[in-house]
């Protein structure tokens, strides 16, 4: 063979490893992933070598699945389902960035993993779209930490934990934004949850509705989401502990909660010390029913249904107000100029 057929040669060879390399890096299998037992996961990367991003469903389902570090080299996936598996962490797939399944919702689906004890490996995730968050039948789960790194949630499901005690681990600034599913919020079965005022620094779409239900344990269910979203009709609570056993008991709940909002000083006066006329703000006319004036010693000196009174009239001094209105009755003092 002369120089000339062998630098051909070398050419040809050469293109062809690079096509054969090209071919294999990145190479994956088309749609969602599923894989039932361990040996599916233990072949997987001799069969897809240096496969890294599925663009759908990435589903582990199968009680004989114990380890799924084979998956290392996988570093995002449309979604995410881990169900009815035997493992006890998720080394392998405890890195992972959820993308958008071809414009629908994303998931992440964490349901009957009784060996899996808690969901910390989501402190690594990259979470930029909106997901479906399903945690449900986890008999072993004590706490949702892990999941403050997701802040936009399409629906949030909690069901049948056993031992989750409460919804701290979740984001302090939630969004239940929706996405092509209506925004939905489902609590249910959760034995011992007693605490969901994580739920009050939330935010939410109006569209969201809300479920509560069977929670034994549950007894205060007021917070700021609940409230609104039950004010607006769009709710179903029940058979929970008593104070969060049906709607009625929980919007009574949610009045007294505005009353506390009210001592917390949302109902002010002004100005203090006052000279002439005295306003009421921070309650609208509908909300307000009378104003009472003491003196210090308890004497009555007027009542009117007015949110302003001209203390003109009256001597220099400490008065007390009492304001009344539909939520209740709170005292201010004032000074009389």
Do not use: H
């Amino acid at each position: 063979m002369n120089l000339f057929n062998q630098l051909c040669m070398k050419k040809i060879l050469l293109v062809f490893s690079l096509f054969f390399a090209i071919i294999g890096f990145g190479q994956c299998p088309e749609g969602n992933v599923v894989f039932t037992s361990q040996a599916e996961v233990d072949s997987f990367v001799s069969l897809y070598p240096n496969c890294e991003s599925i663009d759908g469903f990435l589903i582990v389902l199968g009680n004989d699945v114990v380890d799924v570090s084979g998956l290392s080299e996988i570093n995002s996936v449309g979604g995410l389902s881990i169900t009815d598996t035997s493992l006890e962490n998720m080394q392998g797939l405890d890195a992972l960035t959820i993308t958008s399944l071809n414009g629908e919702d994303s998931f992440i689906v964490i349901d009957n993993n009784p060996m899996l004890q808690d969901i910390l490996f989501l402190n690594n995730y990259i979470v930029n779209v909106p997901v479906v968050f399903l945690i449900r039948d986890m008999s072993a789960l004590t706490s949702l930490d892990g999941a403050s790194s997701i802040s936009e949630f399409v629906t949030i499901y909690l069901e049948n934990n056993d031992v989750l005690t409460d919804l701290d681990g979740l984001n302090e600034n939630l969004n239940i934004s929706g996405g092509v599913q209506n925004p939905y919020l489902y609590l249910s079965e959760n034995a011992i949850l007693s605490d969901i005022s994580r739920l009050n620094t939330a935010q939410w779409n109006p569209a969201l509705t809300l479920e509560i239900t069977n929670n034994t344990q549950l007894t205060v269910c007021e917070n700021n989401l609940v409230c609104s979203i039950l004010n607006d009709n769009s709710g179903i609570i029940l058979n929970n502990a008593s104070g969060c056993n049906s709607i009625s008991e929980v919007i009574m709940a949610c009045e007294n909660l505005s009353l506390v909002k009210v001592k917390n000083n949302l109902i002010n006066i002004y100005p203090n010390p006052v000279s002439d006329v005295l306003f009421i703000y921070g309650l609208n006319n509908e909300n307000f029913e009378c104003l009472k004036i003491y003196s210090s010693n308890g004497q009555k000196i007027i009542e009117t249904k007015t949110m302003r009174y001209d203390m003109s009239v009256l001597k220099a001094g400490i008065y007390f107000l009492e304001i009344t209105t539909i939520f209740g009755s709170l005292t201010k003092l004032v000074v009389k100029e």
